[in-house]
């Protein structure tokens, strides 16, 4: 397996040495359909190429040297993307062939893969609150997706011991855009009390289903989208706007403090729309259509919902295409500003792909070779794709199997910004710097543990080469367990629990142990 994956990053490496050769000729993208050569090229990787160039940086504009700044060689800038709902199988490190990801693959043969990283859970929220408490599912404060009127998700608590708050205090600037539903504006949710010096986004996810929404919020204060004209419009791309402030806000940073930069992007989540650019067209007519009826813009259009799509397999990959975009934007901002070099940049998804809005990832392989998907604690649901880069620190092309989660995340950032100390008691995750490094002792997990709070209840622990699922939790708080070995048998086919009672009887104490329960969260009967 690891082999494969070798081979995928050289080649991902050669493709993007064309990609480059080709950024150099002048081809105009209205005319290129004039020329097959052209045309071809165009295809495959230019119409990524020609719409990821750097938008126009105002510091490069006004300052000499290409806007760059001389950075002390000191403590890492951190740039985190959370992808919404991309699957393990999504990306081309991971085997994906239907849909381009050029700059994904980049950052995945120049720096570092994990093959078994694991998500908070299969749903939105509460896999993020596992990013930002170091916690997972049975300990963290938020379980579940529920919403708050008039607009947000029920708020995390303050503690002064969250990710972005312990990289605030180490003299970091913190900056978050893109999607946040862990707490509406003025509760102790918001993102400006959590940690974040700047907020800039969809507050609500309910409101993050709309790609061309009435408003965004930019830290307390409301952005009226008036050209979307109350969901009558489509004119605001809301993903490319938030875009825009995230590489302004590279721009605004120097070498006198390191940035801490969440980029948790709504794309690929439903509803799938993209603008009509040339993304979208290249992938028209490539593959066979069912067209998807929604709930479509227009005259009493609502703020939830998902609308049409002609071309759903289309827009699907011209969405995970135009997120690989982002990263090149952002990838290229760095540069630019002469920030790369002590800038480590992780890329991975926040749980497995959806189905909603006309979505197929059975046709796009999204799951890769595991079964399940969104809301399923399969490993389909929970493992996702997971690259590193930092420029003279990870191996390129480097590969690790080390099984870790999102909890092991803040840990992790802490050690990098040299704050250790400042790690919380009782939390569940483990640095992994010595594993990105190739340094010193990796402490490993003994277990991972995941729940549900949907569908039944779910309850899920991987432990070395097994897992263990636990169905309707809320019918049955001791019901059965389904038991794999992942090692042999990834796509969780052959349940082995008759033949390895003393394993499940061990994964039964796992999960009684794990599991706090929750008045905010409970399963049925507690």
Request: aromatic fraction near 12%.
């Amino acid at each position: 397996m690891y082999n494969k994956k070798k081979r995928r990053l050289n080649i991902c490496a050669n493709a993007i040495r064309l990609i480059k050769w080709l950024q150099g000729r002048v081809i105009n993208n209205k005319n290129c359909l004039k020329s097959t050569l052209a045309c071809f090229a165009c295809a495959l990787v230019l119409p990524i190429y020609i719409q990821a160039q750097p938008l126009i940086s105002k510091v490069a504009l006004k300052n000499g040297n290409n806007g760059k700044v001389k950075q002390k060689a000191s403590r890492p800038n951190i740039v985190f993307l959370l992808a919404d709902d991309l699957g393990y199988g999504d990306v081309g490190f991971n085997g994906q062939t239907k849909i381009r990801t050029p700059y994904i693959d980049q950052l995945a043969a120049e720096g570092r893969v994990y093959s078994h990283f694991y998500a908070g859970t299969s749903i939105c929220a509460p896999s993020r609150s596992t990013l930002l408490t170091g916690q997972h599912t049975g300990h963290t404060y938020i379980r579940g997706n529920k919403s708050v009127p008039p607009e947000g998700q029920e708020p995390l608590p303050v503690t002064g011991k969250g990710l972005a708050e312990i990289l605030q205090a180490a003299g970091y600037n913190t900056a978050a855009f893109g999607k946040w539903g862990l707490g509406y504006i003025g509760s102790s949710g918001d993102p400006l009390k959590q940690g974040f010096d700047h907020f800039f986004g969809y507050n609500s996810q309910s409101l993050a289903h709309r790609y061309y929404p009435d408003h965004l919020w930019d830290d307390d204060h409301k952005v009226v989208l008036s050209k979307n004209a109350d969901f009558t419009k489509q004119v605001v791309y809301a993903p490319d706007l938030i875009q825009q402030k995230a590489l302004d806000y590279i721009d605004q940073q120097s070498d006198e403090k390191p940035f801490f930069l969440f980029l948790p992007y709504i794309l690929p989540h439903a509803e799938l729309i993209v603008p009509d650019d040339s993304i979208f067209a290249s992938y028209k007519g490539k593959f066979v259509e069912k067209p998807y009826k929604g709930r479509d813009y227009g005259s009493g259009a609502v703020d939830h919902g998902y609308a049409s799509q002609t071309y759903p397999h289309a827009a699907f990959a011209a969405m995970v295409t135009r997120l690989d975009l982002y990263l090149g934007q952002i990838m290229q901002r760095l540069k630019m500003r002469g920030l790369d070099k002590n800038t480590i940049i992780i890329f991975t998804s926040d749980n497995g792909p959806h189905i909603e809005g006309g979505a197929d990832p059975a046709f796009f392989n999204s799951g890769g070779p595991f079964r399940g998907v969104k809301r399923d604690l399969f490993e389909g649901g929970i493992r996702e794709p997971f690259a590193v880069s930092w420029p003279g620190r990870i191996k390129a092309g480097s590969v690790s199997d080390q099984p870790l989660a999102f909890w092991d995340l803040l840990p992790t950032f802490a050690t990098l910004a040299g704050v250790e100390k400042s790690i919380p008691d009782h939390i569940d995750g483990i640095s992994f710097v010595p594993d990105l490094e190739g340094k010193g002792n990796q402490k490993k997990h003994d277990y991972l543990y995941f729940e549900l709070h949907e569908q039944g209840g779910k309850q899920a622990v991987v432990k070395g080469d097994w897992k263990a699922i636990r169905l309707n939790v809320d019918r049955n708080p001791n019901g059965p367990l389904l038991l794999y070995n992942i090692k042999e048998n990834p796509a969780e086919t052959k349940d082995l629990a008759s033949q390895y009672p003393q394993i499940v009887r061990q994964m039964e104490k796992i999960m009684q142990k794990a599991h706090t329960p929750s008045a905010l969260f409970p399963f049925e009967g507690e």
